[in-house]
């Protein structure tokens, strides 16, 4: 497994999470870091992205409550999720790509974690 994501439950509106994303490739750089999520019946949406491991973007819909970081010590990027709503009910997925120690480009991702929230 590449990414292995967790940290995914149920919550009540209002509520927070963090997610994980444990790293067990080993890149010499990253291009980017991201966390997509997708609702029921839904395409699967960016939520926010580290480019480059400083440039941070936020779909509108979280800005202000969710956070992305990485941890290059722990092999780890992170989503805090604060003042969590109904409609950030979903399964998140992490994504990392970058290059290989191997020099190979690799887009990989994680096994998804769900995130429900009740009203």
């Known amino acids: 497994v590449q990414l292995q994501a967790s940290g995914g439950g149920l919550v009540r509106a209002g509520g927070s999470l963090r997610l994980s994303c444990a790293i067990s490739v080993n890149f010499a750089s990253i291009n980017v870091m991201a966390w997509y999520r997708q609702a029921p019946g839904k395409e699967r949406d960016l939520v926010a992205s580290i480019i480059s491991g400083s440039t941070t973007d936020y779909a509108d819909s979280v800005k202000g409550r969710f956070t992305i970081s990485g941890d290059n010590a722990k092999n780890t990027v992170y989503l805090q999720m604060n003042d969590l709503k109904p409609e950030d009910t979903a399964v998140y997925y992490c994504?990392?790509?970058?290059?290989?120690?191997?020099?190979?480009?690799?887009?990989?991702w994680g096994q998804g974690t769900q995130v429900t929230v009740s009203s």
């Open positions: 994504n990392v790509a970058g290059l290989t120690t191997d020099l190979d480009f690799l887009d990989a």
